[in-house]
Structures are given as C-alpha cells and as structure tokens.
C-alpha cells in the first residue's frame, strides 16, 4: 500500500486524477488522453526525407597531379520529421533537417509514397526551415496541426513529442516541460534561445516533429535539438516554441526569408571574445561594404602581416541598453524598424565613441570567410 500511495502522489501531482486500489485508474485515464492526442495529431506529422548530392573528390596522382576519382556523384541521404502547417501544403520543419539537400520528400500518413516537396525559405538563426508541396495532388485533404500557446506553459506541464525517431514512423513519447528559456549552441556560432527543455524522449529523425500539450493536445514547439554525448536520448530535449514558430513561418511564407534589422557586421562568437582577452561586448569580427556599420566608421578586426590578429571596434551599448554577448546585441537590433537610427558605443583600444547608424533589413551573417581579413599595413 505504500508503493501504491507514493504513486497516487505523484499522479495527483501531475494532475492525472485518482488512483483505484489496484493502482491503475490513473493510469488509464493517462494513457486515454495520451492516446486522444495521438490520434487527433498522427495526420498532421510527416516524414521528411533528403537527399545531398556532393561531387566526387580528387585523389593525388603522379607527379603530384590531381586526378579525378572514377566513381559517381555520391548520394547522401539523410531525414527528420515535420508538421503540415495548412491546407495550401505548406510543411514546417527544422532547418538542420533540409540544410544543403538537392532534393526533398515527404510522407504522409496512410499514402504508400513520397512526395516532391520544394523548400519556400529555412533560417539558421531560429533552425525553421518551411516547405511546399502541391496539396491537389495528395488524393486526400490535409491535416494542418492544431497549434497551442507555448507562452502558457510552465514548467512541470506534462508533454508528448511525435516524430519518427531512427526512421521508426509516428513514434509518441511522453515527458515533461523541464525548463522554459533554454539557450543552446547553434549553426554558424549563433545561439538557438529561449527553447522549451523536456525528457520525453528525443532522438535522431524527431527533428523537426511537434512538441504537444498533453491537455490540448495542441502543437507547444517544434522539435530541434538534443544535449547528449552519445547521440541519443537521454532526457535533455529542446524545442522551439510555437509563439516564434508562427511569427518565423509567417514572414518566411510571405517573404521566403525572415528580415532582421542588421548593422551590417560580422560578430566573433563569444567564446572567441572570451579567449581574445576580452571581458564583455561584441567583438566586430569584420564589416560588410556599404552596410549602416560601414557608413558610421566601424572597423572590423584585422591580421598583421606577422599574422598577429589586432581587434578592431567591440560594441558594448545600444542607445541606453548595455550589451555584453552576441544574443544581447541581436535582441537589442531586432527592436528596431526599418529606417529607425540607433547610437552605438564602441570601444577601440583605449578610446570610447558613439556612432549613429540607419538601420537595414538583410540576411544574418555572423563571421566572414578568412579572405575577408585585410592585412594592417
């Protein structure tokens, strides 16, 4: 009775119900809602399935030469999951899931095949990527997810994630939210922020799959990531929330992009600033021509002709908000509107100045190529 006890407590604190004498009540009456969920959200999952095609390498040959290798064009195939957004046939998934693929397929519950599917936009900032296929020629009509609020969630809030994990399709597990506002390392050296953390499990191929409230059933995140030195699961999954989720969609829908205020720079990651000596501020790494940074003076870093590396302007303020890492400055930018004028706070050497730049709309680049280093003379 005292196991059965322990376990009535922690099912009332999940808030599943009452637990029968046998123990199993509460059980039942998870598992029921487990399965209502799954059933109003298995048409709305897909398989996504890519293929990269990568030209054959070189091999040394005599005389130093470069010969080509004889074999083919390899075919690099690689998957995930993703979620019908609505009935044009719009897909959403994860960036990481479509990066650099030649071609893309979907599949859908209860179709025997594959569907063509072209890529509308991706952004490696928020690891979204929205896809495209032609709803008229599905035979059947699609199933957009149920969207929830992932602002209302809190932690301890019970959650299921549906994806297809391994290949294995529409596989559901079961967890909780275990934290809200992650921050986790991204492509590029950009940060994926404000993530909604889980152990329900994830592993490979649920990228892009749906995180959903186990009380609405509806669609909280979006599948992306997981914190693992084997790969595998082992209970710290993050998701993207679905407040971002619509916001990144709809422009990447509207524009096939997501435009961002930008000054125009390039920014050293901050472990690069870190072991540059440098306490707190953005390290401008380099500048693009003619960009609002450009035109207000900032100057990038640059290499000495003994390779030595001479730090050029590090942003520490915009307007009145003191800025001490990358995350901080984009925060601060993306603010802004088109058009708007915004003071920056430099520091270069010893010396501090105020520049005034116009905001722009652009791509998010976070460091340049090598090439684009200069050399000091």
């Known amino acids: 009775m005292a196991h059965v006890s322990r376990m009535e407590a922690v099912l009332r604190h999940l808030g599943v119900g009452e637990v029968g004498v046998d123990g199993m009540a509460g059980a039942a009456t998870a598992a029921e ?51 019908v957004w609505d009935a044009a046939g719009h ?68 959650v299921f994630a549906l994806g297809n994990p391994f290949g294995l399709d529409l596989t559901m597990t079961a967890g909780i939210v275990s934290g809200l506002g992650r921050e986790i390392p991204a492509q590029e050296g950009s940060v994926l922020s404000n993530l909604i953390q889980t152990d329900a499990s994830i592993n490979p191929g649920n990228s892009g799959g749906p995180l959903l409230d186990a009380r609405t059933g509806g669609m909280v995140g979006v599948t992306t990531a997981i914190l693992s030195p084997s790969g595998a699961s082992v209970g710290l999954g993050f998701a993207i929330p679905v407040d971002l989720v619509e916001k990144v969609v709809g422009e990447i829908i509207q524009h096939g992009r997501v435009q961002r205020a930008q000054l125009g720079i390039f920014m050293a990651p901050d472990r690069v600033r870190e072991r540059l000596g440098v306490e707190k501020g953005v390290v401008v790494w380099g500048v693009r021509p003619n960009s609002p940074a450009a035109v207000a003076g900032v100057v990038g870093a640059t290499v000495n002709r003994d390779e030595s590396l001479v730090i050029g302007d590090v942003i520490v303020a915009v307007g009145e908000t003191s800025i001490e890492t990358t995350e901080a400055l984009l925060k601060a930018v993306g603010k802004f509107r088109l058009g708007d004028r915004t003071p920056l706070l ?9 520049v005034t730049l116009q905001i722009h709309f652009t791509e998010l680049e976070n460091h340049p190529p090598n090439a684009s280093f200069r050399f000091k003379e």
């Open 91 to 158: 897909i959403v998934t994860n960036a990481h899931v479509v990066r650099q693929a030649s071609s893309v397929e979907v599949g859908f519950r209860g179709v025997g095949k594959t569907v063509s599917a072209k890529l509308v936009g991706a952004d490696a900032v928020t690891d979204l990527a929205v896809l495209k296929v032609d709803p008229k020629g599905m035979g059947h009509a699609l199933a957009p997810i149920s969207r929830g609020q992932s602002q209302r969630l809190e932690v301890g809030d019970e």
């Open 346 to 354: 430099v520091i270069r050497g010893p010396t501090r100045r105020r």
């Open 33 to 83: 809602g487990g399965a209502a969920v799954f059933r109003r959200s298995r048409d709305s999952v897909v398989f996504v399935q890519t293929s990269v095609l990568q030209a054959p390498t070189s091999a040394q040959g005599p005389f130093g030469l470069l010969m080509p290798r004889s074999d083919a064009i390899v075919k690099r195939e690689g998957a995930g999951s993703g979620v």
